[in-house]
Nanobody
């Protein structure tokens, strides 16, 4: 299991920016597929952004063009830069790490960090 700790959440006005960070405790961090998910009030958890071990990225439709995911393998960190934030981005944001072990995809989750977009 990978231990994941998110930080950087908070209260921001609409149109503002936040940068979330996720610190991972993993010996071979670079082989993990990393992602950010979110769960808003009364909603299901959804994919926000993902980045593969090779650096390819994928985004949820609602955040394309506004959010950017990146990783620093030397520091065992993954980031989510969030710009042009909207009230509907309000959610708990979770960091996720996954890798294929045999035929099974193993995943770990962080505890989450609250992002609130409100004036």
């Amino acid at each position: 299991q990978v231990q994941l700790v998110e930080s950087g959440g908070g209260l921001v006005q609409p149109g503002g920016s936040l940068r979330l960070s996720c610190a991972a405790s993993a010996i071979f961090f670079s082989i993990y597929e990393m992602g950010w998910y979110r769960q808003g009030p009364g909603k299901q958890r959804e994919l926000v952004a993902a980045i593969t071990s090779g650096g390819s990225t994928n985004y949820g439709n609602s955040v394309k063009g506004r959010f950017t995911i990146s990783r620093d393998n030397a520091k065992n960190m993954v980031y989510l830069q969030m710009n042009s934030l909207k009230p509907e981005d309000t959610a708990v944001y979770y960091c996720n790490a996954g890798r294929l072990v045999g035929s099974s995809f193993q995943q770990s989750w962080g505890q989450g960090t609250q992002v609130t977009v409100s004036s």
